[in-house]
């Protein structure tokens, strides 16, 4: 592995404990604009100090992300389809290795569809990325997505994350499981993170966290779980002490409690006056 490969790994997963909170934020890219992240400049940039990464694409670096922002960055380099197709994983690579060598990337991201009608494209998408992160020193973080059909369980995640080292990814990003997680982490030889899917109650949350890491995943590349969160800075920061801070669940919920907004209660006042409002837009 060249020194320039290397440094930008270390980067991207800490070295002291071989670990990483990557924070993704790179789902416009085929969903549009994604509840909670309609305006990256005021709902991410503030949780970019405590992420080890940010995952997005070249557009939405450019256009929300201040330049002096120090956050390593991992670009999502794969798409050119969208939620409105049925095979999502027609795919191919969408930024030029130029660009993101120009971009200074830590990292790139792309998706492989193991099983899907367009498997073949994305494995060689992969293989043609990776030649050229060897190239040029950018390591490359395959994600295996899994298309509509596809079973999310421990033999087809292993399949497609063994498959993901084999064509020479640096980092696998892959789903939790709960049923033989080990079989995925134990038969690839490369760094797992586990992508958090879908919101979950933020206990829930932390909880697959806290199994992952335990179960041998090398930390997160979060997206839903911290930024649709009702306290998104309290998330990351929970989330960072299971990864980083070796918390057990209780203790990172406490974290994400002591910076979750107090509620107020509304006051008899307060609800008249909208009520005076809303009387008034019917006139
Ligand atoms: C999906 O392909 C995107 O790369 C997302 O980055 C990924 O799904 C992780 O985000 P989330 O934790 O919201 O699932």
Known sequence: M???????????IRPEDNRTVMLAVDHGYFLGPTSGLECMSESIVPLAPYADT???TRGMLRAEIPSTVNTPIVLRVSGANSVLDDDLSNETIITDIDE???????????SIFVGSPHQH?????????IDLGERYGIPVIAVTAVGKDMVRDARYLALATRIAAEMGAHIVKTYYVEDDFERITGTCPVPVVMAG??????????EMTYSAISRGAAGVDMGRNIFQSDSPLGMIKAVNAVVHGGASVDEA?????????KGRKKSAARGKKKIAADDSRKI
């Open 2 to 12: 060249s020194w320039g490969l290397e440094n930008r790994l270390s980067r991207i």
């Open 54 to 56: 940010l995952m997005l």
């Open 100 to 110: 993101v060598i120009r971009l200074n990337a830590a990292g790139m991201a792309l």
């Open 121 to 129: 494209q994305t494995i060689a998408n992969l293989a043609k990325l």
């Open 197 to 206: 899917g879908k919101k979950l109650p933020e206990r829930d949350a932390l």
């Open 253 to 261: 919920y406490t974290v994400y409690m002591d910076e979750k907004p």
